[in-house]
């Protein structure tokens, strides 16, 4: 498989963030980002952000610098977000989460925290997902998924080569999600990044447990979505998936 190299470029020399201070113009630090990030430089997660490597209404992405010069991914969630208003949906119903305080400050800390437990449930569970570092407040490490420095790029931007392979391989990774007691909730291609290892899913934080009263329904859009997606190659041959309309098993993760 070729590999699906992101065609951002490296920012130049003089755009890059100053390496001795946090790049404070983006609108996405205060203090609470600020005393997070300096937590994660004290136990060696991360020396420098290098720059954006993913900008979103919620939360923009980072590619990092470790203390070994390896890199890593950092997501940090804007906690002045419109978007928080419609999180709380996804965490209803979810005991791990039951304590959380309900002004938008502690609705983001808890959804870093849930995309954080997400992504080590699932990493667990074998799907291809990044395997998660560590949290605080409203910022989340985890591997960086690229090459030679650059991102992957997103199924959206560079489409697929074999599309009958790349559908079944995210739709038994759908499906470990869900005997892993996870639905991920909003399944596209605008989140699953093409890389020399097959399709990763991305943006967990959403997913939701199988005990949500619209799992199901989460569960048969996310499958609909991705064949939807899939079935505009002309040389894709999967049938479209018949809705479910029970949940079954209603299995819990284990609390962590």
Same mark, same amino acid.
């Given at each position: 498989?070729?590999?699906?190299?992101?065609?951002?470029?490296?920012?130049?020399?003089?755009?890059k963030?100053? @390496? !001795?201070?946090?790049? $404070? &113009?983006?609108?996405?630090?205060?203090?609470?980002?600020?005393?997070?990030?300096?937590r #994660?430089?004290?136990?060696?997660?991360?020396?420098?952000?290098?720059y954006?490597?993913?900008?979103?209404?919620?939360?923009?992405?980072?590619r990092?610098?470790?203390?070994?010069?390896?890199?890593?991914?950092?997501?940090?969630?804007?906690?002045?977000?419109?978007?928080?208003?419609?999180?709380g949906?996804?965490?209803?119903g979810?005991?791990?989460?039951?304590?959380?305080?309900?002004?938008?400050?502690?609705?983001?800390f808890?959804?870093?925290? @849930? !995309?954080?437990?997400? $992504? &080590?449930?699932?990493?667990?569970?074998?799907?291809?997902?990044?395997?998660p570092?560590? #949290?605080?407040?409203?910022?989340?490490?985890?591997?960086?998924?690229?090459?030679?420095?650059l991102?992957?790029?997103?199924?959206?931007?560079?489409?697929?080569?074999?599309?009958?392979?790349?559908?079944?391989l995210?739709?038994?990774?759908?499906?470990?999600?869900r005997?892993?007691?996870?639905?991920h909730?909003?399944?596209?291609?605008?989140?699953?990044?093409?890389?020399?290892?097959?399709?990763y899913?991305?943006?967990c934080?959403?997913?939701?447990?199988?005990?949500?009263?619209?799992?199901?329904?989460?569960?048969?859009?996310?499958?609909?979505?991705?064949?939807?997606? #899939?079935?505009?190659?002309?040389d894709?041959?999967?049938?479209?998936?018949?809705?479910?309309?029970?949940?079954?098993?209603?299995?819990?993760?284990?609390?962590?």
């Amino acid at each position: 498989m070729a590999l699906r190299q992101s065609k951002k470029k490296r920012p130049r020399r003089e755009d890059k963030q100053d @390496k !001795e201070s946090w790049p $404070l &113009e983006e609108g996405v630090f205060d203090r609470n980002s600020l005393i997070a990030l300096d937590r #994660f430089r004290g136990k060696g997660i991360v020396r420098t952000l290098d720059y954006c490597i993913a900008e979103g209404k919620e939360a923009n992405v980072y590619r990092a610098t470790k203390e070994d010069g390896s890199f890593v991914a950092v997501k940090m969630y804007r906690l002045r977000s419109p978007s928080f208003v419609h999180m709380g949906q996804y965490i209803e119903g979810d005991r791990r989460f039951s304590k959380i305080k309900g002004n938008s400050q502690g609705l983001i800390f808890a959804w870093t925290q @849930k !995309e954080y437990r997400n $992504l &080590e449930l699932l990493h667990d569970a074998g799907v291809r997902v990044p395997d998660p570092i560590a #949290f605080k407040a409203n910022i989340l490490a985890m591997e960086f998924l690229g090459v030679d420095g650059l991102p992957y790029s997103r199924l959206v931007e560079v489409g697929s080569e074999d599309p009958n392979r790349d559908y079944d391989l995210i739709r038994a990774d759908v499906k470990k999600m869900r005997e892993a007691g996870l639905v991920h909730g909003d399944l596209s291609e605008f989140n699953i990044l093409m890389t020399d290892k097959g399709p990763y899913i991305i943006d967990c934080g959403q997913a939701v447990l199988l005990t949500h009263p619209r799992a199901l329904e989460f569960y048969n859009r996310d499958l609909r979505t991705l064949w939807k997606y #899939f079935s505009k190659y002309p040389d894709f041959d999967r049938p479209e998936p018949v809705a479910e309309e029970s949940e079954g098993k209603n299995k819990e993760p284990e609390n962590k």
